[in-house]
């Protein structure tokens, strides 16, 4: 029964515990577990939102082609706004994070004022930009009191 034990672990061992998918093992000293840990939880965080946007992008596309394919040519920008901001946004929760990891390790903390001025700049402009050909794709602009109603 050992010997079965070893042969049926044994792949788990060669490839799992490998060098290319073993993590380093560091010193816990102070807060370094919590550390790691918070920064793994935000770019979960930040990746799911990405995600979230890759979702909406394709979801609509696919949902919008198979009622329509005229319609769904003219929302693929509304698509393409939302499937880029998904994609720059887990780009951005990928770097910060293997960022964060380099501070942790160094001990020291780096605030990212200007990277989340700019995801939050780039996502505000790709989501407005959406709704906005979404809702004129859906003929809805002349019934809303912000935007000036045509005379056709």
């Known amino acids: 029964m050992n010997n ?8 788990y061992h060669r490839i799992v515990r490998s060098s290319l998918f073993s993590d380093a093992v560091i010193k816990n000293s102070d807060s370094t577990a919590r ?6 939880r935000t770019f ?6 990405g995600l979230a946007y890759l979702g909406a992008g ?6 919008a082609y198979h009622i329509d ?3 769904a040519r003219r929302i693929l920008p509304a698509c393409g706004c939302f499937t880029l901001n998904g994609a720059g946004i887990l780009v ?3 770097l ?3 960022d964060n990891l380099e501070h942790i390790e160094r001990g020291v903390f780096a605030p990212s004022k200007r990277s989340f001025i700019f995801v939050f700049a780039s996502t505000s402009f790709l989501t407005t930009a959406a709704v906005a050909i979404l809702y004129e794709e859906a003929g809805l602009k002349h019934y ?3 935007l000036p109603t045509s005379s056709s």
């Open 4 to 11: 079965l034990l070893r042969i049926v672990r044994s792949p």
């Open 35 to 40: 550390d790691h840990l918070a920064n793994e």
């Open 44 to 49: 979960l965080a930040w990746a799911r939102t």
């Open 58 to 63: 394709t979801g609509l596309f696919y949902s």
């Open 69 to 71: 394919e005229k319609h």
């Open 92 to 94: 951005f929760s990928f």
């Open 96 to 98: 910060r994070y293997f």
């Open 144 to 146: 809303s009191p912000l």
